[in-house]
């Protein structure tokens, strides 16, 4: 089972920052936490990940809280392209670093 | 980043044949693959892990003799729906790990293959 929850849906305007959250109480010490993002038919698609500290690229930042319960993917500026669903995957450590998908949150930028 | 591909993107077959997908990794060896599918409307759920050169490890619940996966190469695996039924008809995606530099080496994702059973 997926060790993540997400709400199931987001709207955010175009050009404003998309802020998704994502709980995951259960995180253990050495688990990272994985975001992707799928489009519509479409393979899922790497975004970002981190352990504890927050991490940024080219395409997001991650923003984790300090006891590690907790985390924020941040799009800076969204825009209709970035209409998709958004996985936030705890990697487990002891089930070989497999990835379980849990429900996602369905963000839909609008103009 | 990281490019893994999928053929065909699109497959119609008859209920009792069976249907070959490839998944490669382009650019990069890939010691471990998965195969996922997606219903509509629905996550992704993980079928299987394989590693080159040895048998895949099944999730609970998926039949290894319906679906047959081979890891021959560290570019290349692929998976067989055999005898499918419109029950099987799926959206199935792969992906591939890199390099083994450790189990929090990141996953990269094809395309997917979409396949219908008339």
């Known amino acids: 089972d997926a060790k993540t929850t997400q709400p199931t849906s987001m709207d955010c305007a175009e050009g404003r920052a998309a802020n998704l959250p994502c709980n995951h109480s259960?995180?253990?010490?050495?688990?990272?936490v994985y975001w992707y993002r799928q489009i519509h038919s479409q393979g899922p698609q790497y975004i970002i990940h981190?352990?504890?500290n927050n991490e940024t690229n080219e395409m997001a930042s991650l923003i984790i809280t300090e006891d590690r319960k907790s985390s924020t993917l941040i799009l800076p500026h969204a825009t209709l392209r970035d209409t998709a669903v958004y996985y936030c995957?705890?990697?487990?450590?002891?089930?070989?670093?497999?990835?379980?998908f849990g429900q996602g949150t369905e963000l839909s930028v609008k103009p | 980043g990281a490019v893994v591909s999928q053929h065909p993107s699109r497959v119609i077959c008859k209920s009792g044949t069976s249907v070959k997908i490839e998944c490669r990794s382009l650019d990069f060896q890939a010691t471990t693959m998965f195969w996922y599918r997606q219903f509509p409307k629905k996550s992704l759920m993980l079928m299987a892990t394989?590693?080159?050169?040895?048998?895949?490890?099944?999730e609970q619940g998926v039949e290894k003799d319906k679906f047959l996966i081979n890891h021959a190469s560290l570019t290349l695996s692929t998976l067989t729906v055999t005898s499918a039924h419109p029950e099987d008809s799926s959206f199935y995606i792969c992906?591939?790990?890199?390099?083994?530099?450790?189990?929090?080496?990141?996953?990269?994702f094809g395309p997917g293959t979409r396949l219908t059973v008339l």
């Open positions: 981190g352990l504890k």
């Open positions: 259960t995180i253990s010490g050495n688990e990272y």
């Open positions: 995957i705890v990697r487990v450590y002891n089930q070989g670093g497999k990835l379980i």
């Open positions: 394989s590693n080159e050169g040895s048998k895949a490890t099944y």
């Open positions: 992906s591939a790990r890199g390099e083994d530099r450790g189990w929090t080496d990141t996953q990269y």
